[in-house]
């Protein structure tokens, strides 16, 4: 009778968040920003939390939002994202709606804040959100702090990609013919 009630019992590791039908969200990408990677140099990377409104959240879980031309700026000691565009989500309209080219504001720690204030400010660098995705349930943004590269710095990495892969290439098919 006990092990028939141990069997049954509970939603302990069922994968439910406590909503009735509603599945466990535990890290689903949302949106990342190929672009940044091939126009900066990625130095450092931190992970932030981000201030939504509902209907933000909304439209992110529909994957529905556009990271091209978006930095991260300090304001009055508060880290900022500008240039993130979320559309607004279909079903919100009049109170419910959002502004779709807003500043949104990440959330991160006082160290870290004034750790990468200090590195941006020495070496010129730029703050470069890489992705979006979800979290346990919260929107998170993968933020990095980067250098901006050179047209020839970008032909030069292309140049070095493209080696590696004719290298992997060359020794798949050697050991294949080798078998």
């Known amino acids: 009778m006990a092990a028939a009630k ?20 535990m890290n689903r990408l949302v949106a990342s920003n190929r672009r940044a990677r091939h126009d900066y140099e990625i130095i450092d ?9 509902g209907s933000e959240v ?3 879980r529909e994957g529905r ?17 500008f240039g993130v565009h979320v559309p607004p989500y279909a079903q919100a309209n009049g109170f419910g709606a959002h ?5 949104r504001k990440l959330l991160l720690h006082r160290r870290q804040m004034e750790a990468w204030i200090g590195k941006s400010k020495q070496d010129s660098l730029t703050m470069v959100p890489l992705s979006i995705y979800f979290k346990d349930g919260r929107a998170k943004v993968e933020l990095a702090l980067a250098k901006g590269r050179r047209q020839y710095d970008k032909r030069h990495a292309i140049a070095a990609r ?3 892969r004719d290298a992997a290439r060359e020794a798949r ?4 013919n080798r078998a």
């Not at 930095?71 to 994202?81: C, M, N, P, V």
């Open 6 to 25: 141990k069997k049954s019992g509970g939603s302990q590791g069922s994968g439910n968040s406590g909503v009735k039908g509603a599945p466990k969200e």
């Open 58 to 60: 909304k439209s992110l």
């Open 45 to 53: 990377t931190l992970e932030c939390g981000l201030v939504l409104q």
């Open 162 to 164: 493209d080696a590696g």
């Open 65 to 81: 939002i556009a990271l091209a031309d978006s930095y991260a700026r300090i304001d009055d000691g508060e880290l900022w994202l």
């Open 99 to 103: 502004n779709p080219d807003r500043r």
């Open 173 to 176: 098919s050697a050991a294949k």
